[in-house]
């Protein structure tokens, strides 16, 4: 018999269960799909933070406060546990001016939490709540177009999927039984405005991303515009996700082509574009590229409090858990390892009193 259940074995859960071994005590985790690692492992496997607190607060204006602390105050002896335990580190910085953390080898990162919490049950959905104390972490409830369409958007069957396809709010649905309320900004979500080609896997989620609004004039099919208002483009992606066929068209002049956003050009993340078989105009000057909204988190979700509790001996993590990053975006990562271990400790609190 298990002492804590946890449900997901992605970021979150997996982190959870851990930790609920190493502090001695037996986890099972149930997992809906075929293999371990969730939406984490098809990641950039960047965990972060905003340096400054006033800044994370300043990004993220409606997200709960104690909740941003918590991750904000805990993220740098997390990663440095995450690491202690043998998870492959592969760059020491984010590549971003605002924000610290480590990027890890997501694979490695995986199979290093999923061997540490060794009883992962493949293909075991948890549908319902355990009589021990349980830990919700299936991911949150992009997977579901019929949950996207009533919280976000009447256009949820046009966006793609950039995530894991079995995070369908399984976790949002049996908090709600226990009587668990709702976060702030159920109608937010983090994903990539993709490049528009005819088919995208798994393997063109972080290539076909087109992360360069800031440098382009952004238009709806009908041709009203948009203005890019953060470094994240978060914006962008949920504007997108609104307008008509979830489908918005990036007019690039010829002087930003060479502009860098992250790791390469706008002219590469073009080119991408054009090799995936997106619609690439060239004309007098700009070049014009069709993109579709890609959902990969929702950032609205179960409400916690500072234990991680949801309700009565019920716990939850990751992208379960809403209203941290309301009104812009922080590590879905970050608050994926906090809020695990947390919810670990917490929930075996409850299995020994
Ligand atoms: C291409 C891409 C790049 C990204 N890059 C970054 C990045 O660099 N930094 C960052 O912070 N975030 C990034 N993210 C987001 C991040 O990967 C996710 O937000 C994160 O994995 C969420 O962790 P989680 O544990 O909540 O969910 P997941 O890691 O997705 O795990 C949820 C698990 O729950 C399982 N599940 C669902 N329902 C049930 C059920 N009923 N019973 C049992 N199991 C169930 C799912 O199958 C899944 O395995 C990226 C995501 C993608 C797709």
């Known amino acids: ?202 393997g063109g989620f972080v290539p076909l991303a087109q992360v360069y609004a800031r440098h382009a004039r952004v238009e709806n099919l009908l041709g009203e515009s948009y203005e890019a208002g953060t470094w994240s483009e978060i914006d962008v992606v949920q504007w997108t996700a609104r307008q008509p066929k979830a489908r918005a068209r990036y007019v690039v002049p010829d002087e930003a082509l060479n502009e860098q956003v992250g790791d390469r050009t706008v002219a590469d993340a073009i080119e991408a574009a054009r090799d995936a078989g997106a619609s690439v105009q060239t004309r007098e000057g700009t070049t014009r590229v069709e993109v579709v909204a890609g959902i990969t988190t929702t950032l609205g979700g179960i409400r916690v409090d500072e234990r991680a509790r949801a309700a009565e001996e019920l716990y939850a993590a990751g992208a379960d858990v809403g209203g941290i990053s309301t009104g812009g975006w922080s590590s879905a990562l970050a608050a994926a390892l906090v809020l695990g271990k947390l919810a670990a400790e917490s929930a075996l609190e409850d299995a020994v009193s």
């Open 1 to 202: 018999m298990a002492d804590v259940v946890v449900a997901g074995a992605g970021m979150a859960g997996l982190v959870a269960a851990a930790r609920v071994r190493e502090l001695g005590a037996e986890p099972v985790v149930f997992e809906k799909g075929d293999r371990p690692g969730g939406s984490m492992v098809l990641s950039s496997g960047v965990v972060w933070r905003y340096r400054e607190w006033e800044r994370f607060r300043a990004e993220c204006p409606g997200g709960d406060e104690t909740l941003q602390r918590l991750v904000w105050e805990r993220l740098d002896d997390d990663l440095a546990w995450l690491e202690s335990l043998g998870a492959p580190v592969v760059r020491r910085e984010t590549g971003n001016p605002l924000t610290t953390g480590l990027r890890f080898d997501p694979k490695g990162l995986a199979d290093t939490l999923a061997h540490r919490a060794d009883d992962v049950r493949l293909r075991e959905p948890l549908v319902e709540l355990p009589e021990t104390p349980g830990i919700l972490a299936t991911g949150g409830f992009q997977g579901s177009p019929g949950l996207v369409r009533s919280y976000i958007t009447p256009e949820a069957s046009n966006l793609v999927l950039r995530a894991n396809p079995w995070s369908a709010g399984d976790g949002l649905r049996l908090a709600l039984g226990r009587g668990a309320e709702r976060s702030a900004g159920m109608d937010e979500f983090y994903g990539r405005n993709l490049a528009a080609a005819p088919r995208i896997s798994a």
